[in-house]
């Protein structure tokens, strides 16, 4: 193994990371609830009526932000590599496996290992698994 | 619900994930590329989010309610099953084949990304398909998708 120096960004990472605990500190004080992107998104599919739309609202925040973001700090552009056949068969798996795990990097990943749950720790070493293995697959294999 | 802010955790949510370099696919599979030359950043944005969020776990914990007095709605499933790991792994594929998770796909929607629009347009028709499956709808643990992140 060697070290990408070059892209290595710890500062930036971690103080994105902390805005990242403060948004799930936030949610979780205020109203109880796990942050999760995958919970948000799959709550509202199908969209169910009831309460305010606090999910929608927070999915609104989420695609703001780069626009708040580009005033506050220097943001580049994702460079997204994959082509629209790959975005596709990447995307599914995506929306059903996070569905069928209930929950992704930010509900299992953050939250779930930041209230020490053995169901989560699972969950993230089976998603790591896989995306090692598919990256080395696709990176060095194929 | 008397969330008087999800506005603004999804913003807060999105600055991190933008500040972090979770939105840039490349950086992701740069961190997962272990045999490259590897990129360990996004160890790091995992550790900032969790040492936080492992506080303010406790907190709520030892409160056990908000801050407003409303009671905690936290999820209860501990199973780890073939639907925990399978939906992981499953995850994890996708994850590793574009480079996007949830939360960064869609923030990058925000950067007027086509593609990003397109992964999510995508990520929606599996949580879909997902919804239609009754036969999964029906399994006892069902009521945990509505509860997890």
């Known amino acids: 193994m060697t070290i990408d120096w070059t892209h290595f960004t710890p500062l930036s990472a971690l103080a994105g990371g902390v805005l990242i605990g403060l948004a799930a500190a936030w949610l979780l004080l205020e109203n109880g609830r ?48 994959a082509g629209p056949a790959t975005l596709i068969v990447a995307g599914l798996p995506v929306g059903f496996g996070t569905r069928l795990a209930n929950g992704c990097t930010s509900g299992h990943g953050v939250c779930g290992l930041a209230r020490l749950s053995p169901r989560s720790l699972a969950a993230i070493l089976a998603f790591m698994a896989a995306g090692f293995a598919t990256v080395f697959a696709v990176r060095h294999v194929l | 619900m008397n969330c008087v802010s999800p506005f603004l955790v999804g913003l807060l949510f999105g600055l991190g994930l933008c500040l972090s370099g979770m939105t840039n696919p490349m950086k992701v599979l740069g961190f997962l590329d272990l045999a490259g030359a590897w990129d360990p950043s996004l160890a790091f944005v995992m550790g900032g989010a969790v040492v936080v969020a492992f506080f303010a776990f406790r907190v709520a914990k030892r409160r056990g309610r908000t801050l407003s007095g409303a009671p905690l709605d936290l999820p209860t499933s501990t199973a780890i099953d073939g639907r925990l790991i399978g939906g992981s792994l499953l995850f994890g594929v996708g994850w590793g084949l574009a480079g996007l998770c949830p939360g960064p796909a869609v923030t990058d929607i925000g950067f007027l990304d086509g593609r990003a629009a397109l992964f999510v347009v995508a990520m929606i028709a599996g949580m879909a398909v997902f919804a239609v499956l009754p036969a999964l709808r029906a399994a006892p643990t069902a009521k945990a998708a509505l509860e997890d992140g």
């Open chain 1, 34 to 81: 796990i942050l999760g992107a995958s919970g948000l998104l799959g709550g509202l599919i199908p969209p169910r009526a009831g309460d305010r739309p606090w999910r929608a609202e927070a999915i609104f925040g989420l695609v703001l932000a780069p626009f708040v973001a580009r005033v506050l700090f220097d943001t580049p552009s994702p460079a997204i590599a």
